[in-house]
Each structure stands twice: as structure tokens, then as C-alpha cells.
């Protein structure tokens, strides 16, 4: 199940910001979709901002793309190869044979970095205390 959150944040990274619009969109629509109630005052602009700000899903997401970016620039410093393996394989689409020939590397080595990427994602976003924010 972690392993599969990490795989989604990591494909979805470029998209993270779109992902955020539309959760704001869908929490706007929401709290004006009643003419009524805003007449009541009960769907106000200040309902919408709590909305927004206190939505865990928006959180979460703007926690996984700063921690994602984090470890992008660790990576990219201290291994380069992880570092182009994430963004062939994560950002790019690439598959294993389309890495393989791009990095020079076998199928085995391809597996041990995917392998090795995720579970340092694991490692740090446990140290990082990332669980607290899956709600």
C-alpha cells in the first residue's frame, strides 16, 4: 500500500499544482453550488477559504510534491543516477527497456534502483513523519 502511494505521487509530480486546482474548484463549486444558502450567509467566502485551507487532500498533496521536490534535489547532488532514473521512469514514462538503453544498465540493475528509490522514499518519509498526513 506505500509503495503504491509513493509510485502515484512520484507519476503524478508534474501534475501535483493541477491536482490542487481542481480539488480548490471542486471545494469552491461545493460551498457556492446553494444560492439559497448564501443567502443565509451560510456558504461565504470565509467558509470557502476554511474550506480550502483545512481540506486534508490539498495538504497532503502540497506536502508530497515539497517532500518530492526535497528529495529530488538530495538525489540529484548525492546520486545522479537515481536522479535520472526518477525522472525517466516517474516523469518522463519511460519504460524498462527505454531506460536500460538510455542509462546502459540490465533489467536487474533497473529493478535494484526502482527497488532502492522507493524504499528510501519509505525510509525518509517515515523520518519525515509524512504518515500523519495521509489522515
Known amino acids: 500500500m506505500r509503495n503504491n502511494k509513493i509510485r502515484y505521487y ?8 493541477n491536482m490542487i486546482d ?11 453550488s446553494n ?6 450567509g451560510i456558504n461565504t467566502v470565509e467558509s470557502q477559504a476554511i474550506a480550502l485551507i483545512e481540506d486534508k487532500k490539498i495538504n497532503e498533496l502540497k506536502r508530497w510534491q515539497v517532500y518530492i521536490k526535497n528529495i529530488l534535489v538530495f538525489f ?23 531506460i536500460k538503453k538510455i542509462l546502459k544498465l540490465n533489467l536487474r540493475q533497473i529493478k535494484y534502483l526502482d527497488d532502492k528509490v522507493i524504499n ?11 504518515k500523519r498526513m495521509e489522515g
Do not use: A, V
Request: aromatic share 14%; net charge positive; hydrophobic share 30%.
Open 10 to 17: 512520484l507519476y503524478n509530480y508534474k501534475i501535483i499544482d
Open 120 to 130: 528510501f522514499l519509505i525510509k525518509m518519509s517515515e523520518k519525515e513523519n509524512m
Open 35 to 40: 444560492l439559497n444558502n448564501y443567502m443565509k
Open 22 to 32: 481542481e480539488r480548490r474548484t471542486e471545494i469552491i463549486e461545493r460551498c457556492c
Open 76 to 98: 540529484r547532488q548525492k546520486n545522479p543516477l537515481l536522479y535520472k532514473f526518477i525522472i525517466l521512469k516517474y516523469f518522463n514514462g519511460k519504460n524498462d527497456e527505454e
